[in-house]
């Protein structure tokens, strides 16, 4: 038997592309490929891409500009392009640098080893369709090996809310569900591997209508199928949308034990006039309102956002009502971009706010928000909190894993296994992390 070829696989983005790239190393693994993590001895190289913000495809290019000097070294050298720059520029790829193999866009990954096959034989292979089948069943090769307690599993693709910056319904099309059972068949095989906690991966995965033999599955309903899998002890979920955050899933966090209290909800801008021109299809006002009920049901629930400063026609008084929204939510921890143009979105033709205005607008947004982790990461010093072991620390006898409220936390003299769900006394707070110790 030939030595098995070695796959190197570089990953932007968001967690959706993660859990594809493990579904691709899977898919290749069945043409004989075992991953590395170094490209200088790959005999593949994916880069699975990001389109989301800031001049993505130029970073691609000159990342395969780097690459091409490995495979003037090593002429068997096969580079491949996956993700949404793939879907976004396809052929272009090629064209301005002949050296790359494989185009892939995200819908059609299960189609990777009739790929693979086509340019070991010196050909070109370039797929960037929206086909009908299932991609994640198709991929479904599944190595058996032990892995570690934490595990993303997407659930729901693509995206129908067409935000004006957006480029998610374009590269990853219109909005899929995947069916109940298949979920849950992979989450017990997850679970079987040592995973011990799911996060459900969607663009817009509050919008999840799953088929199931009891006709569609709300997100909510989906949660307590899982919550009765023995063995799982965590169930997360994110990206959501603010319309889509209906009763049975709010109350499902003040319910359902297995379902942590960390919520991922973007509201992008605290203006209504800028909500609107964003396309977004809600307020200020019925997002705080949503806020309110989940605080309801779930008194100590952490909160998460993403914001874009500078989007067009944004002036002053429409970034202090981002501001003042921050002030009046609280954050536990949050994603803030300038806004970039993102070519074939509507607001791609809009003038844009001056460039230093933006920046400004930027920074004192993230002094507002660091000032609210900082604050939320100390009001947890003294409090007992669930920590979910994923590693060992780097100081002896030191472990690392997350906390319910998915902060990082350090767990000194900690005689536990990794896989193992502490009860840990936070002691102190730092930068990025808390520090606790076991309660016994
Ligand atoms: N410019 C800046 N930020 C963007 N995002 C999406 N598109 C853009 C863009 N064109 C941000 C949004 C989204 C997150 C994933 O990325 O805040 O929620
Ligand atoms: Fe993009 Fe999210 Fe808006 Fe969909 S809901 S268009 S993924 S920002």
Redesign the pocket.
């Known amino acids: 038997m030939s030595a098995p070829k070695k796959l190197f696989i570089k990953t932007y983005g968001?967690q959706m592309n993660v859990y594809d790239s493990e579904r691709m190393a899977e898919a290749l693994g069945g043409q004989g490929y075992v991953e590395t993590k170094t490209a200088d001895d790959a005999d593949m190289i994916l880069m699975n891409t990001c389109h989301?913000?800031e001049k993505a495809a130029e970073k691609v290019y000159s990342e395969l500009g780097r690459m091409k000097q490995l495979k003037v070294k090593k002429p068997d050298l096969k580079i491949g392009v996956a993700g949404c720059v793939a879907q976004a520029e396809g052929a272009e790829i090629m064209r301005r640098q002949p050296m790359v193999d494989l185009v892939v866009g995200p819908q059609s990954y299960h189609r990777l080893p009739e790929m693979e096959a086509k340019i070991r034989e010196g050909k070109k292979a370039i797929d960037t369709d929206f086909p009908e089948e299932d991609k994640f069943e198709k991929l479904k090769s599944r190595p058996k090996a032990k892995r570690g307690p934490t595990a993303f599993l997407t659930v729901q693709e693509g995206c129908d809310k067409f935000c004006a910056?957006?480029?998610v319904p374009y590269t990853r099309g219109a909005e899929v569900s995947r069916p109940v059972d298949r979920i849950l068949s992979e989450t017990r095989e997850l679970v079987e591997r040592g995973v011990r906690e799911v996060t459900l991966l969607g663009q817009n995965v509050n919008a999840y209508h799953g088929a199931s033999a009891n006709g569609d599955l709300t997100l909510a309903q989906l949660i307590w199928e899982l919550d009765k899998i023995d063995g799982l002890e965590r169930i997360r979920f994110t990206?959501s949308h603010p319309n889509d955050m209906m009763d049975d899933l709010i109350e499902a966090h003040g319910t359902c034990a297995k379902l942590m209290p960390y919520l991922h909800l973007?509201v992008?801008s605290g203006s209504d006039k800028i909500l609107k021109r964003m396309n977004r299809s809600h307020t200020a006002e019925s997002y705080l309102r949503v806020i309110e009920r989940i605080r309801a049901a779930r008194p100590d629930i952490l909160l998460s956002g993403?914001?874009?400063v500078g989007f067009p026609e944004e002036t002053e008084a429409d970034f202090q009502a981002t501001l003042d929204l921050v002030e009046e939510v609280k954050y536990g921890t949050a994603?803030s971009?300038?806004?970039?143009?993102?070519p074939g979105?509507p607001a791609a033709e809009r003038p844009l706010v001056d460039e230093a205005e933006a920046s400004d607008r930027l920074q004192r947004l993230q002094a507002l928000l660091t000032r609210q982790q900082r604050e939320i990461q100390e009001s947890m010093v003294g409090r007992e909190v669930g920590v979910l072991l994923e590693k060992p620390g780097r100081l002896p006898g030191q472990m690392v894993g997350k906390s319910d409220y998915l902060h990082s936390v350090h767990v000194g003299d900690c005689d536990r296994a990794v896989g193992d769900l502490a009860r840990v006394r936070i002691v102190s707070s730092s930068t990025n992390s808390l520090a606790g110790e076991l309660i016994r």
């Open positions: 968001c989301i913000r910056f957006c480029v990206t973007p992008q993403d914001f874009i994603y971009f300038k806004y970039s143009t993102r979105t």
